[in-house]
């Protein structure tokens, strides 16, 4: 099991309240509460984190997120659980995540514009955005999740 490297709330609290300011204006945005909880697990799919997964896929099933297209989620392309507007928030997603390889391709921006209207396309790259700067603190950080030690040996 992976040991936290720092507490990064502890060690620089007044930097990381910009981080937790960037999470309420997230809150508040007006995206589909489970299209917010997709997103963020996607994003931490392509990131590897664990914690952010767990927290999220999580949270996903409380808001009522079925197993299967949670299960799905990272084989999205090939699934026909998710809506056309999931698949172009997902497209936008990985293109953001993935962006020094894919620079936010012409054709997954068309796919967004046709599903987002203008201020649902900064909102939901701002959520991107977020999420993606979480996974880099717990990653980088290493954050743990309650995750059981015996099932991480098994």
Not at 28 to 33: A, V
Not at 89 to 112: G, K, M, R, V
Not at 133 to 145: E, L, P, V, Y
């Amino acid at each position: 099991m992976t040991k936290a490297r720092l507490n990064y709330f502890a060690a620089a609290l007044d930097a990381m309240k910009g981080m937790l300011d960037l999470e309420k204006a997230v809150k508040n945005i007006g995206l589909e509460p489970s299209l917010v909880e997709l997103v963020k697990v996607r994003a931490s799919q392509i990131n590897g984190c664990s914690s952010c997964i767990y927290m999220h896929t999580k949270a996903a099933r409380e808001i009522g997120e079925s197993e299967e297209r949670l299960y799905l989620l990272d084989a999205w392309r090939k699934s026909s659980f998710y809506s056309d507007r999931e698949r172009a928030a997902l497209a936008w997603t990985e293109a953001l995540t993935l962006i020094s390889q894919t620079h936010a391709p012409d054709e997954d921006y068309a796919t967004l514009r046709a599903h987002f209207n203008d201020k649902e396309q900064v909102e939901l790259t701002l959520l991107i955005s977020a999420y993606n700067a979480w996974n880099r603190f717990a990653i980088g950080f290493r954050s743990t999740h309650p995750e059981k030690a015996g099932r991480a040996a098994a």
